[in-house]
């Protein structure tokens, strides 16, 4: 029987048939869960949005009077002049509110993203000048005296505790 070795397997195509297959079923998995928590979202939410009726039509407060609604001809030009959009209600639902704050969540992410950035490239700096510093000293060590290698000594310190 032969030994196996992974190059023996890269060159073989029954390896590359059976990572099609582990692929195929790995997105088919994906897939499934996805579409099995929109469906389990999607019916949560419906049942959300459907009013409840009041038990008693008798218990509704009294209608006031319609105001005089303005003639069809001037709404007309009003509407094809400028259209308004129609505004979104200011309580929503439990996914739009969900959705709501993620973007809220997001929307510092940036700005935060810059000052880690900014924080690491300083710290990437700072230890490239060490480093520097470093290798300059041990190519210097023979010409320094004593308190000249303690004083960069304590510089590096110093730099380092910033």
Excluded: C, H
């Amino acid at each position: 029987m032969p030994k196996f070795n992974f190059y023996s397997a890269w060159m073989d195509p029954v390896f590359y048939l059976w990572a099609a297959v582990a692929a195929v079923a790995l997105f088919t998995l994906v897939y499934s869960i996805r579409r099995y928590l929109e469906l389990k979202n999607a019916n949560v939410f419906e049942e959300e949005g459907v009013p409840e009726e009041p038990a008693d039509p008798d218990l509704l407060p009294p209608v006031a009077e319609q105001p005089d609604l303005p003639e069809p001809a001037v709404q007309a030009a009003a509407s094809q002049a400028a259209p308004i959009p129609a505004e979104v209600p200011a309580g929503g639902n439990r996914a739009e509110n969900f959705v709501r704050g993620i973007y809220e969540g997001i929307s510092g992410l940036d700005g935060r993203l810059r000052v880690i950035e900014a924080a690491l490239s300083k710290g990437r700096v700072n230890n490239d000048f060490t480093v520097k510093f470093l290798e300059d000293m041990l190519a210097d060590i023979d010409s320094l005296d004593k308190p000249k290698l303690k004083a960069r000594i304590a510089y590096l310190l110093s730099d380092l505790k910033k």
